[in-house]
């Protein structure tokens, strides 16, 4: 099966700064990659997501970046504000299941 | 476009109580996935359903729980005779019909379970 796990609990960062959330994972099966938020008292929101066939996807203000090679992946969110405070996971999945691993989570605290 | 409902937000039950979580998903979404989070973990998967059938339900409990997708009305998930260890949030999600099954999920705001 597979595992995903983030390789910090908690990152606090200033606001304005660049924050990196990183993601690994087990399986080399593994083609489908999200992201989700999730804020206090909330489910988890989609942020974005890359396929296997892809080492790098921009969206607003966030990157993500897959390594297949050593099984990461990382969530880079520029100019980091407040608003961005919240927990983050990564998610997996493989064609062979399309029901998203989650891994634990890192919270992210943005100070002002 | 309603996002994802899931009620009631908030449930307190004691022990050897039953428990009904309702979720009904998005407008035109025939795909529901339940999961459970408990404090400071990841979300795990328990059950995977499209209408009238249960598609996966590998991460359920085998026993007092259950889930189902009627035809008309939202998804259920029942926890029978709830123990302490039951307590968690638990949250559904929901995606598009047609889609692939990988795609990205949308989620409720999920229901907070207590046994007391």
């Known amino acids: 099966g597979e595992s995903v796990g983030l390789h910090l609990p908690t990152l606090s960062v200033q606001e304005g700064d660049n924050s990196i959330i990183n993601c690994a994972y087990s399986?080399?099966?593994?083609?489908?990659f999200i992201w989700y938020k999730q804020e206090s008292g909330k489910g988890p929101q989609f942020i974005i997501d890359?396929?296997?066939?892809?080492d790098k996807r921009q969206g607003q203000r966030v990157t993500v970046l897959l390594n297949k090679t050593v099984k990461h992946l990382s969530l880079q969110i520029a100019a980091t504000q407040p608003g961005d405070s919240a927990v983050y996971f990564c998610?997996?999945?493989?064609?062979?299941?399309?029901?998203?691993?989650f891994g634990r989570g890192t919270s992210l605290i943005v100070h002002p | 476009n309603a996002g994802v409902m899931q009620n009631p937000r908030h449930l307190v039950r004691r022990r050897g109580q039953e428990a009904r979580l309702r979720c009904s998903p998005m407008?035109?979404?025939?795909?529901v996935y339940w999961y459970r989070q408990l404090p400071e973990e990841g979300l795990k998967f328990m059950v995977y359903?499209?209408?009238?059938?249960?598609?996966?339900e590998s991460g359920m409990p085998k026993e007092r729980f259950s889930a189902e997708f009627p035809k008309e009305g939202p998804s259920i998930l029942r926890i029978q005779q709830v123990v302490r260890g039951d307590s968690a949030a638990y949250f559904c999600?929901?995606?598009?019909?047609?889609?692939?099954?990988?795609?990205?999920?949308?989620f409720g705001s999920g229901t907070q379970l207590s046994v007391l």
């Open positions: 999600a929901s995606s598009p019909e047609g889609q692939k099954l990988n795609e990205k999920l949308f």
């Open positions: 399986n080399s099966a593994s083609d489908y």
């Open positions: 998610a997996v999945a493989s064609g062979g299941s399309y029901i998203p691993t």
């Open positions: 359903l499209q209408k009238e059938n249960i598609i996966d």
């Open positions: 407008k035109g979404h025939s795909h």
């Open positions: 890359i396929r296997s066939n892809m």
